[in-house]
């Protein structure tokens, strides 16, 4: 399951290199990279239900497919940046995000959902935490500081512990 995700996402980024290439066939692996995005979009949101479904959603009952390790990494939002901007952890590690700015911020993720912090619980002082269990590269941003790509962004890079 986790493996399959994260091939799919092992895929994604493949074909986008290979579009980078301008081959022949560029429309066919265009197309072929959306479909691959859309099922993993919709795998996204099956889980992201799933867990809605349980009534301590959000909470330490959430149900993760590993065991958390313990280890937290913290990533530092400022005014206007993460730092740092990409972290790299394992399966079941925790990363904090801790709001040191004068400026509110948010955590909003570019593709899917099932984590991420609004305006009003990341106001300066507030801290947020999410224990990632599954492999894949997961970007996020601030949508007051930013876009999906340019400004106030950050990158969880999750491994296979
Ligand atoms: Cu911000």
Request: proline share 4%; glycine share 10%.
């Amino acid at each position: 399951m986790t493996r399959a995700v994260g091939s799919v996402l092992a895929l994604v980024v493949l074909l986008g290199l290979a579009c980078a290439d301008d081959g022949n066939d560029h429309a066919y692996r265009q197309r072929r990279a959306e479909q691959l995005a859309a099922e993993f979009r919709a795998s996204q949101e099956s889980a992201a239900a799933a867990a809605s479904s349980d009534p301590g959603a959000g909470t330490t009952s959430e149900t993760p497919v590993v065991e958390p390790t313990g280890l937290v990494v913290p990533v530092i939002a400022l005014d206007n940046t993460f730092r740092p901007e990409i972290v790299e952890i394992s399966v079941g590690d925790e990363v904090l995000w801790e709001n040191r700015g004068m400026n509110e911020h948010n955590v909003l993720r570019v593709e899917g959902d099932g984590w991420g912090v609004e305006v009003d619980d990341f106001q300066p002082g507030d801290v947020y935490a999410h224990v990632f269990t599954e492999p894949g590269e997961f970007r996020y941003f601030c949508s007051i500081h930013g876009t999906e790509d340019v400004g106030m962004i950050g990158t969880v890079i999750v491994v296979s512990s």
